[in-house]
């Protein structure tokens, strides 16, 4: 716990004092941060396609998106799905406070609440590239972005929005 509370100083003291670009360069120094969470439930980083966790991509160089529920409990927690489609969460994209586009631009899902549950010590996990998407017309272009996860799931005992956070990430010639 001491090393969780340590490892949150050190990122809040860098995201206060240097902003997206210098924290997530000190972040993917330190990738072992985005495999342990430090509230231990929820997932979220960006990788290319070897899922090497990075933040910064090449123009054309696929970004995938890749998020997690870890139950660290000894009961199974029981959630629900806004739709009958298979990904439990998409991501907005955005450039410049714009929306730039999303995950699942284009697609349409059944209405159909469908119910779920992770096991204990279990991790429900989701991952989607920015280019398996046929409905993105436009390439990610050289710049500065982030993105935001928007989950399709609620869980009955737990507090999901109160637990995401927003990636920065960067588009290089």
Not at 4 to 13: H, P, R, T
Not at 110 to 136: C, E, F, M
Not at 143 to 169: E, K, M, Q
Request: charged share 20%; with cysteine; aromatic share 16%.
């Amino acid at each position: 716990m001491k090393k969780c509370v340590l490892l949150f100083s050190v990122v809040l003291f860098f995201f206060l004092n240097t902003g997206c670009r210098e924290l997530y360069d000190y972040i993917s120094n330190h990738q072992e941060m985005h495999h342990e969470p430090m509230d231990g439930a929820v997932l979220f980083f960006l990788s290319d396609s070897l899922e090497n966790i990075k933040t910064g991509f090449h123009i054309r160089e696929d970004v995938f998106f890749h998020f997690g529920i870890i139950n660290h409990q000894d009961s199974v927690m029981h959630f629900t799905k806004s739709h009958g489609g298979p990904p439990v969460v998409r991501f907005v994209v955005y450039q410049q406070d714009r929306v730039f586009g999303s995950t699942d631009e284009g697609y349409a899902y059944p209405a159909i609440v469908t119910r779920g549950q992770i096991a204990p010590h279990d991790t429900l996990k989701y991952a989607i590239s920015w280019y398996s998407n046929p409905y993105h017309e436009n390439d990610l272009e050289p710049g500065d972005y982030y993105t935001v996860p928007d989950p399709y799931i609620r869980f009955d005992d737990f507090d999901i929005a109160g637990h995401l956070d927003t990636l920065c990430f960067e588009i290089r010639e």
